[in-house]
Structure formats: structure tokens, C-alpha cells
């Protein structure tokens, strides 16, 4: 089972992150379990008339034999090994392999395999306590082919054309008929520390080993006897005798040799082979061994890595394939796109670590039969390097020249190289801040003379743009005018192109700290009917107003409301607000202050004040007075007007009954 493993997922896909031995039992425990009882049984010499309780008492417990499914993982999230090979051998009928493999796993790594191995018998007699058995063996041999079966080979074919992904790959895969697994040394039988299984439920003469134990061991992937073949695709339409590219995913693949050996074919032959990483050819690698047999068919073996600490880097094998006639591979040569010789790169001096030429933009500097690398190097202090296909240079002090040849996947060398003068022509600058419409740009010349230059300058902000502005390079010192004004609030940055003879075109991105300035938003309060600014309720303790906020940006709104010391914040409906304004703290009586400020979301705001005439006192109830005693107090309640007036009205009347004459 192991060593199938490893070949997994889709050719063009990478395959999932490393998952532990223990997180498979969750998804094949039944297959598991159920194969060892009925291995213990046979090898207990149980009668085979009896296995069909077996596998009844494990249908009532949920589980079902069918159901394993190893699908979404590598033989590299499981174990590590310390080499592999792997053969495949494509048959005659141009739709099926023999596929073969082995993998060595050395002392110091072998017990994490033995490990592992136990840990995935967690939950069941004698499994995952640090002791690996031969039931746990026979147990994995069991499984093995079913879940071989269940994975996908990372191995594609596609006929046409050479392919380097985007189409749809003839996968390959496995039949389970045709697999059969071995082992050596995985449980040795000659260890000191070799001992009969401890377990109740262990087979007669199961033996067991501590998990520890580093003796070399080997998995061994075959063709079962029985079958023509364990893997199969769809036939090749022209049968091997027009071009193919065979791809196969080698992510995690650690130390392996690659086998694949073909057909008798005329004339077929390795007409070209690649190995990316994260899409970008690697280059400096051995080419592979291509060998016809004896018998006429064609061997080609390649050789394959993988530093586990790149994952998740996904790295891809390609073989193309053909019948037509050799053409030779000649040298790689500058085209027409790449810089003259002796022409200037403009660099900033100052921005450190900086892309040069992206990875698809230096390709085009080339003609040859397939991707190139670059031989660089720079004077002066200044450092040149090449990463993932993308070439970054790091300024030193002054002017710098980068010389460069071409270098093609079989390590040929153009003829000639090219030499740039790498320098900063110009400076820019701008007063950092927040501007409405127009920004001005001082350009200085650097060098010398720079009036022969082009420098055209857009505004943006993420996938909004102002419009280009151009104009001549400065003999000296020039001044150039952006406008932000149609711009939203917030930083903008510059696009920068500096273009002209005897030089590469320039293009960068430049941050001058320039910031459109927010506009304040603008509200306002509707009028009533009668021309007032609200309405009363009828306790005289509340207001109500309504009106209209708009931000000439778009950007959201909040309103607060004050009144008597008093505030509260509230959030508009689009462009209308509302609002039951409260009066209850107020100790006023002659009339009320509501100020309403408007406030966007970059903090610009507007503020307005209304002047509200508290309600007709004799139409409404008085509000309750801060300044009024209580009876908690030992006072007492203060009496209404109205009240007042009757007292006084009765006062006057008994007075004057008091002094009219009897």
C-alpha cells in the first residue's frame, strides 16, 4: 500500500497537506479491522464457513468492507523514505502499465515508519502502543490493494503538441487485480528485542518489535501474477507514433528514480523535458537517461527531489515525446523585445530589493525552444539574483553595469552576452497631504541632461484611475500637475513610465504620501408646514425632526444630536434622517439648542444649530423641574400654574367679601 501512495492526486494538481497515519483509521477503521479479524481467523485455522458471522458482526457495528477511501493521500504524508525507485512500463495496447516500485527506508528513518504504522491501529487490540505486530502487517497487506485502488497516480498523458498544463490530462489508474505488496524487514524475526505478541486477541505466532527499533526496511509495490497489468488510460488515439507529453506530479517525492519505458515505436524519441516548481522551469538539473533496449524499446530515467521544507511548492515532471525528425537545439538567442547593448535600466536607488524584470517579461528577451535562465552579474557593489524565474536587482552606490548571457535547459550558452548601464535618471517628489484637485510633482534630473526622456504619471487608487499626465523629461528640475478631484478620499499612489532612446522603459510605482482630501457632508433640517423645525409631542418632553444628510464622496454618515449637555448618535436611511429629540434634562424654559453634526468616515464634518421655542405652557403639563423640591426632600410639591391662579382668584375673593360691609 505505502509506496503506491506516493503517487497521488492529479498530474497538474498539488496534492493536499501532509495529514497524519492516525486521521486515516477515521475513514478506513472498518476495512481495517474487518480484514484483521478475518486474517487472525484464517491464520487460527478457523473454518472458512464461519467467516460469513464474521462479517456479519461487522455489519451490525455500522461498518461495511467496501468502505475504504485513501483518497487525497501521498505515500509523503504518511512515511518518509530515504530512496525510491519507481518503474512503468506502458504496454503494448498503448492503454495500460506494468507499474512497479521500491522504496529503502534506512535506519535512522525507519522507526517514524514503524511509528506510524502502529499508530494507524489506534483503537484496536494491540495497535498504537509503541509495539509493531505481524497482525498489524498482515493487516495493512490486507487493505493495501483497496486502498491503492482508491488513489489517483499523479501521472498523465496527452497527446499533441508539448503541454505544460491547462488542458485535460489522460490520467491513469490503478486496478486493484493487479496489485500486490511485499515487505522486508518491517517486523525483522531476528531482533534481540523480537517477542510474541502480548495481546489477548493476537494470532498464533504473532511476533512484534518495538517501534523503535532502526533496522533498514523495504516496501515493495508489484504486479500480481495472476493479471496483465495494474494500471490503465484511455488509448492513445495514434498509438505512441505522433507527439505526446507525459506529466507526472513529483511534489514531496523526497529521493526517487523515475523508470518509464515505452513501446517499440520508430524513430520515437525524447524530443524535449522540463521539471517546474510552482510553474517556473528549473534549471542546472542532469538531463535524463534515454536508452534503446535491446528489443527496440525506448528507456528514459530521470531522477527527482524534493526539499520538504519548500512544501506546499508544487513541482512537476514533463517528457515530450515524438516520431519526428531531430532538429537541433541550438544555442539561445537575444530577441528583438530584450534591451540593446549598452542601453540604460533605470533603478531606484534607494528601494532595496527590487524586481528588475518579472519571470514572463525576461522570457521575452529570448528565442529558444524553450524557457531560459541568465548568467548575470553586476559592478560597483550592486548584486544581482534570479528567483523563481523573476530577476531582482539590489543597488549599491551610483551607476552599476549588469552583463548577461542566456542559458538554455541543456546548459548551452548564447553567443554573445549584453551589457546595461543600471542608474537612476531621475528623482520625484510632492509635499505629503490631502488635496482636492491639483498635486504638484517636482522631477529632478539625476546625471545630467534627462530633457530627452518621457515621464507620464497616473493616479490611482486600487483599480481607480485619474488620467496620464505627460510631459518632457527636466534638463534640471521640472514641476508636473496631477488631479485627484475625481478621486475617492484616501491615499494615492503613482504609475509611474519613463520611456526614451538608449534605455529600457521604466515603470514603477510611487508613493509620495498624497492623499485626496475628504469633503464634508452636508445636512439639513425640513421645515413644517408652519415653518418651524419640528413638532412637540403632546407631554412637551420631546422633539421631532427630520431632514436630509448627503456626503459628495459617498461615504457613510453619522449624525449626532445634542441638546442640553446632552447627545446621541444615530445613523441616516440613505440620504433622510429622524429623530425624537429629548428635552427631559433641560432646565431651560425660554428655548432649546439642537445641534446636529454630520460626521463621514474619514472625520470630516458639518455642524448646524437650531433654536427651538419650548411648547405653549398653558396648553401643555409643565416638564418635571430639576430644581423643584420633593416630598423625599421634606418639602412640599410645588403647585401648578393653573393651581396658582385659583389660589390667588380665591384669595382675591374671600379678601373682598372680607371688606365689603355687612
Not at 546595461?420 to 505629503?432: D, G, I, K
Not at 413644517?528 to 459617498?554: H, I, K, P, Q
Not at 461615504?555 to 447627545?567: L, T
Amino acid at each position: 500500500m505505502v509506496v503506491l501512495c506516493q503517487l497521488n492526486t492529479t498530474p497538474m494538481h498539488v496534492p493536499p497537506c501532509r495529514q497524519s497515519m492516525r486521521s486515516l483509521i477515521s475513514r478506513q477503521a472498518g476495512i481495517l479491522v474487518a480484514m484483521l479479524i478475518v486474517a487472525s481467523l484464517i491464520l487460527s485455522g478457523i473454518p472458512s464457513s464461519d467467516l460469513k458471522q464474521v462479517h456479519e458482526v461487522e455489519e451490525t457495528s455500522g461498518r461495511q468492507l467496501g468502505d475504504v477511501d485513501c483518497s487525497n493521500y501521498t505515500f509523503e504524508d504518511l512515511f518518509a523514505y530515504s530512496h525510491a525507485s519507481f518503474d512503468v512500463d506502458f504496454q503494448d495496447d498503448w492503454a495500460s502499465s506494468i507499474t512497479q516500485a521500491t522504496a529503502w527506508v534506512n535506519g535512522s528513518i525507519s522507526p517514524a515508519v514503524r511509528e506510524n504504522i502502529d499508530g494507524l491501529f489506534e483503537g484496536f487490540p494491540g495497535g498504537d502502543n509503541d509495539w509493531l505486530s505481524t497482525d498489524e502487517r498482515e493487516g495493512v497487506r490486507s487493505v493495501g490493494p483497496k486502498c491503492i485502488a482508491d488513489m489517483n497516480t499523479r501521472l498523465g498523458m496527452r497527446e499533441g503538441q508539448p503541454h505544460r498544463g491547462g488542458v485535460d490530462w489522460n490520467d491513469l489508474t490503478w486496478v486493484e487485480e493487479g496489485i500486490a505488496l511485499d515487505e522486508v524487514d518491517l517486523v525483522p524475526d531476528d531482533h534481540e528485542e523480537t517477542r510474541n505478541c502480548q495481546n489477548a486477541f493476537a494470532t498464533n505466532g504473532c511476533k512484534e518489535v518495538p517501534v523503535h527499533v532502526d533496522d533498514d526496511l523495504q516496501i515493495m509495490l508489484l504486479q500480481d501474477d495472476e493479471e496483465d497489468n495494474n494500471m490503465q488510460f484511455n488509448q492513445l488515439p495514434n498509438m505512441g507514433t505522433e507527439p505526446f507529453t507525459i506529466a507526472l506530479n513529483v511534489t514531496n517525492m523526497s529521493d526517487a528514480t523515475l523508470n518509464f519505458t515505452f513501446p517499440v515505436i520508430t524513430n520515437l524519441r525524447l524530443d524535449a523535458w522540463e521539471i517546474q516548481e510552482n510553474g517556473v522551469t528549473v534549471f542546472g538539473l542532469d538531463e535524463p537517461s534515454v536508452t534503446n533496449l535491446s528489443d527496440g524499446r525506448l528507456r528514459i530515467v530521470v531522477n527527482v527531489d524534493y526539499d520538504l521544507a519548500d512544501w506546499p511548492m508544487g513541482k512537476n515532471l514533463f517528457l515530450d515525446l515524438t516520431t519526428a525528425e531531430n532538429v537541433p537545439d541550438n544555442p539561445p538567442q537575444w530577441s528583438s523585445d530584450a534591451p540593446l547593448d549598452g542601453e540604460m535600466m533605470a533603478v531606484m536607488l534607494d528601494s532595496g530589493k527590487t524586481m528588475l524584470a518579472s519571470h514572463e517579461f525576461a522570457q521575452s528577451w529570448a528565442d529558444d525552444e524553450s524557457q531560459v535562465s541568465f548568467d548575470c552579474s553586476a559592478s560597483n557593489g550592486w548584486s544581482w539574483s534570479l528567483e523563481s524565474g523573476d530577476m531582482y536587482i539590489t543597488p549599491g552606490q551610483g551607476q552599476s553595469e549588469l552583463t548577461c548571457s542566456l542559458v538554455d535547459l541543456k546548459n548551452q550558452v548564447s553567443e554573445s552576452s549584453r551589457t546595461w548601464t543600471l542608474e537612476q535618471p531621475l528623482s520625484f517628489s510632492a509635499t505629503s497631504g490631502e488635496y482636492t484637485d491639483a498635486v504638484p510633482i517636482t522631477i529632478n534630473a539625476l546625471n545630467g541632461d534627462r530633457s530627452g526622456l518621457t515621464v507620464s504619471i497616473t493616479p490611482f487608487q486600487d483599480d481607480t484611475t485619474s488620467p496620464t499626465v505627460s510631459s518632457a523629461g527636466p534638463v534640471d528640475s521640472s514641476n508636473m500637475e496631477i488631479n485627484v478631484s475625481e478621486m475617492s478620499p484616501g491615499p494615492v499612489e503613482l504609475d509611474v513610465t519613463v520611456t526614451g532612446n538608449g534605455m529600457a522603459d521604466w515603470l514603477f510605482t510611487l508613493d509620495l504620501g498624497i492623499k485626496k482630501e475628504s469633503r464634508a457632508p452636508e445636512i439639513s433640517v425640513t421645515k413644517t408646514r408652519e415653518g418651524d423645525n419640528g413638532t412637540w409631542d403632546e407631554e412637551g418632553y420631546s422633539y421631532s425632526m427630520a431632514g436630509t444628510v448627503y456626503d459628495l464622496d459617498g461615504d457613510d454618515i453619522s449624525i449626532e444630536i445634542e441638546v442640553c449637555g446632552y447627545s446621541t448618535k444615530i445613523n441616516p436611511e440613505g440620504a433622510a434622517w429622524s429623530n425624537e429629540v429629548s428635552v427631559v434634562g433641560c432646565n431651560s424654559h425660554e428655548s432649546y439648542i439642537i445641534t446636529l453634526t454630520a460626521t463621514d468616515s474619514w472625520d470630516k464634518s458639518t455642524s448646524i444649530s437650531v433654536s427651538v421655542m419650548p411648547p405653549d405652557e398653558y396648553s401643555t403639563p409643565n416638564k418635571p423641574s430639576d430644581s423643584a423640591a420633593t416630598a423625599d426632600e421634606g418639602g412640599l410639591p410645588a403647585p401648578g400654574v393653573i393651581a396658582t391662579i385659583a389660589m390667588l382668584g380665591l384669595a382675591g375673593l374671600l379678601r373682598r367679601r372680607i371688606d365689603s360691609p355687612q
